[in-house]
């Protein structure tokens, strides 16, 4: 989606390094969401946020961080104990005044391919 | 926790074939999302299905909620080239009204 920008595109880590996965949106929404997908899976859930400066732990949290300091920018460092860090990386976001998101779809931004040098 | 199967997980047919993917969760959903990704990028929401025994159609896809909300299906009458991609559904976790749970997806290819 043209509202979600994700950067870059490709990126490479090296043994024992911390990477930063940038995921800005201009939509205004207020949930923001970081995904991985491995070959043949489907999407498992990193980490969200519902709110500015709030965020929760997702299915698959261990060896990631993430921040939320302003509404538009949700970056997801994946660090040093991450040991399998390759795959693809979706950041998306839905508006969420208040409502569930079981109300609204998903809008995903272009994705990282993270791969270990 | 909650599941969401998704089968099959390919599927190749000729171009005009017809395409169905089924999608079953393990406990009732509220309402069920299918999204569609093309090779190389990212997940596009296509539609949501609320009610029970709901039916929707987008030109040749038809989406299916059934009678207990716990599964759907997607069927794509005579495909072509551009329906090429994987196919997800997705329903609210159980446990939280912000998060989802995805399919592991159908993945079908389009022999032209």
């Known amino acids: 989606d043209g509202g979600i920008t994700q950067s870059p595109k490709y990126l490479f880590r090296k043994e024992g390094q911390n990477v930063t996965l940038s995921c800005e949106q201009n939509?205004?929404?207020?949930?923001m969401y970081w995904y991985r997908q491995d070959p043949g899976q489907g999407l498992r859930l990193i980490y969200y946020?519902?709110?500015?400066?709030?965020?929760q732990k997702g299915d698959i949290a261990e060896g990631y961080s993430v921040s939320r300091e302003k509404k538009e920018s949700f970056p997801l460092t994946v660090t040093s104990a991450q040991k399998n860090p390759t795959a693809f990386y979706l950041c998306?976001?839905?508006?969420?005044?208040?409502?569930?998101?079981?109300?609204?779809?998903?809008?995903f931004g272009d994705g990282t391919r993270l791969s270990i040098l | 926790g909650q599941q969401v199967m998704q089968i099959p997980q390919y599927q190749h047919v000729q171009e005009g074939e017809d395409f169905t993917t089924y999608c079953n969760s393990s406990?009732?959903?509220?309402?069920i999302q299918w999204y569609k990704q093309r090779p190389g990028g990212h997940p596009v929401f296509l539609i949501q299905?609320?009610?029970?025994?709901e039916v929707k159609k987008q030109k040749r896809l038809t989406f299916q909620f059934g009678e207990a909300k716990k599964n759907s299906s997607l069927h794509i009458t005579a495909t072509q080239t551009t329906d090429v991609g994987t196919y997800f559904c997705?329903?609210?976790?159980?446990?939280?009204?912000?998060?989802?749970?995805f399919g592991k997806g159908t993945l079908l290819t389009v022999n032209p």
């Open positions: 299905l609320v009610k029970s025994g």
């Open positions: 939509l205004n929404h207020d949930a």
């Open positions: 997705a329903g609210p976790n159980g446990g939280s009204n912000y998060k989802l749970t």
């Open positions: 946020s519902q709110i500015v400066n709030d965020f």
């Open positions: 998306a976001s839905l508006q969420s005044p208040g409502q569930a998101i079981s109300n609204q779809p998903q809008h």
């Open positions: 406990t009732t959903l509220s309402n």
